[in-house]
């Protein structure tokens, strides 16, 4: 890491004369503001970043199959609309936990957002925030758990693994817990890191490593050389000072990835229940028999989620996968989808489909890689324009009111919204 820095900052003092004001000043807010799409904001993200961070973010499992699944199978099903419905005024508030929210989309636990921005975690969760929404702050985060407490105030969740360092876990969840998380999210999908072929043909580690790639990528985009210089985040912070101090985070990346347990049961579930007596949510559920399997063992939520197609490629898409859990659980506890929305009819239809809400990661780094806190606020603010947009053209006037009945899946000879 420190070869790393010292060539940027090299190449950046060498060439200050002719892009020192371009080094000095991050994307304007007006610029991020042009951008009316999430995909507009992922093209902004991939101009403004080494293509080894950008990779890192918009990567996937080997062909990347399921990631792309996740975005394809929402555009498989149709909004059908009710006409001559009062939709002067739509209500998209809800509640996750008890909690009420403005909006029915919560930020996804991310790790490493810091490799994007300094803003990282904590100005997604205060994008997230002051729209009166969640943010879920993953084990792996740039910012600390005591960071984000300080930074970023708000509602918050903390998501975590099953690691083989019980000990380690306990502390995490303590602090959550301190920090006064309101829920504890648990990873279920990594029993074992997955092969993600474009870091690897990047040559990207963790932490990452000065190639000729990075070094190159870091050169051409000075505005995120110089923020990287000025604040590098390139560790996971709450788990600074295990396997090899605070001040190696070679020791403690090899730390954590000796962590994921091959040989996690749903019996280890009710260790978690033991340590952590708030509400619980198991996240990276594609089966009903799991779900159900989940809440039997206390679960209080179920995320419907393929790791953003980041662990295991051919897996079901996520909106493929929620019906079925919907009908095995619905009924007892919440169902959330994690993986592949981009636009607010995507937010529709999974709340159609049985969705309490919507997990949103890739959008909101795709913003902060544009414009730091400014750009998540941004994706924010798009797709509650969109499914604003969605569901007044739908003729509904409030989230609650959806359900099967506005959606129909064209690939169904019977084109039935339960089978989608």
Same mark, same amino acid.
């Given at each position: 890491?420190?070869?790393?820095?010292?060539?940027?900052?090299?190449?950046?003092?060498?060439?200050?004369?002719?892009?020192?004001?371009?080094?000095?000043?991050?994307?304007?807010?007006?610029?991020?503001?042009?951008?009316?799409?999430i995909g507009e904001l992922r093209a902004a993200a991939r101009r403004g970043l080494p293509r080894v961070m950008f990779d890192f973010v918009d990567g996937a499992a080997n062909d990347e199959v399921t990631a792309g699944r996740n975005q394809t199978d929402f555009g498989e099903l149709e909004i059908v609309p009710r006409m001559m419905v009062d939709v002067s005024e739509v209500d998209l508030s809800t509640t996750v936990l008890g909690q009420p929210v403005a909006l029915p989309l919560l930020g996804a636990p991310m790790g490493l957002n810091g490799l994007v921005h300094h803003d990282g975690e904590a100005g997604i969760a205060r994008a997230l925030h002051d729209v009166g929404s969640i943010f879920v702050l993953g084990a792996m985060a740039s910012y600390s758990i005591e960071e984000i407490a300080d930074q970023a105030p708000g509602p918050s969740w903390f998501q975590m693994y099953v690691w083989r360092d019980r000990d380690l876990v306990q502390e995490l969840v303590q602090r959550a817990?301190? $920090?006064?998380?309101?829920? %504890?999210?648990?990873?279920?999908?990594? #029993? /074992?890191?997955? !092969?993600?072929?474009?870091?690897?043909?990047?040559?990207?580690?963790?932490?990452?490593? $000065?190639?000729?790639?990075? %070094?190159?990528?870091?050169?051409?985009? #000075? /505005?995120?050389? !110089?923020?990287?210089?000025?604040?590098?985040?390139?560790?996971?912070?709450?788990?600074?000072?295990?396997?090899?101090?605070?001040?190696?985070p070679v020791g403690m990346t090899e730390y954590i990835n000796r962590q994921f347990d091959p040989s996690v049961t749903w019996e280890d579930l009710a260790w978690f229940r033991e340590i952590w007596p708030g509400p619980l949510v198991i996240k990276g559920i594609l089966r009903a028999e799991d779900a159900r399997m989940a809440v039997d063992l206390g679960a209080n939520a179920i995320s419907v989620s393929n790791h953003g197609g980041r662990q295991l490629d051919h897996a079901p898409s996520t909106i493929r996968a929620l019906p079925a859990i919907v009908d095995a659980v619905g009924d007892e506890v919440e169902i959330y989808l994690d993986g592949g929305v981009r636009r607010g009819s995507d937010v529709l239809k999974a709340l159609a489909l049985g969705a309490r809400a919507c997990l949103i990661g890739r959008p909101l780094v795709y913003g902060l890689g544009a414009g730091g806190e400014a750009g998540a606020r941004r994706a924010v603010a798009i797709l509650d324009q969109e499914l604003n947009t969605a569901m007044g053209l739908a003729g509904c006037s409030a989230v609650s009111l959806l359900d099967r009945s506005w959606v129909a899946d064209r690939t169904s000879p019977h084109r039935s919204p339960t089978s989608a």
């Open positions: 890491m420190n070869e790393f820095v010292n060539l940027l900052s090299r190449q950046v003092a060498n060439d200050a004369r002719s892009v020192g004001a371009r080094v000095r000043t991050r994307l304007s807010d007006d610029r991020v503001q042009r951008c009316g799409t817990r301190a $920090a006064g998380h309101l829920a %504890l999210v648990l990873t279920v999908d990594v #029993p /074992r890191a997955a !092969a993600r072929d474009r870091d690897r043909r990047n040559g990207f580690g963790l932490p990452p490593r $000065a190639t000729m790639r990075s %070094l190159a990528g870091g050169l051409v985009r #000075p /505005r995120w050389s !110089a923020q990287f210089i000025r604040h590098p985040r390139m560790t996971a912070a709450s788990v600074a000072g295990h396997g090899g101090g605070a001040d190696d």
